[in-house]
């Protein structure tokens, strides 16, 4: 299954961008996966549109960047 998933970003001085070398994915009980990248902009936007508006928390020691809509494939394994 493809979908699209909101993946967190920060950046700090110890670890540079924190971006897909490491994927966090945002989890809410579940883990959030969207059909379409438009439909996951518009959460990330809706969720998470507070961090363009503070400064504070861009900067030190915090970090945050805006969450991105990243393209994820979900396999499902069975033992």
Not at 14 to 20: A, K, L, P, Q, Y
Not at 32 to 45: A, D, G, P, Q, V
Not at 62 to 79: D, H, K, N, Q
């Amino acid at each position: 299954m493809r979908a699209w998933g909101v993946a967190w970003r920060q950046k700090n001085r110890r670890d540079g961008v924190n971006r897909c070398r490491i994927l966090h994915l945002v989890w809410e009980h579940q883990l959030r996966l969207f059909r379409s990248r438009r439909e996951c902009r518009k959460f990330i936007e809706e969720r998470y549109g507070y961090i363009r508006r503070r400064p504070e928390l861009r900067a030190k020691p915090y970090g945050w960047l805006m969450p991105i809509a990243v393209r994820v494939v979900v396999r499902r394994e069975t033992r």
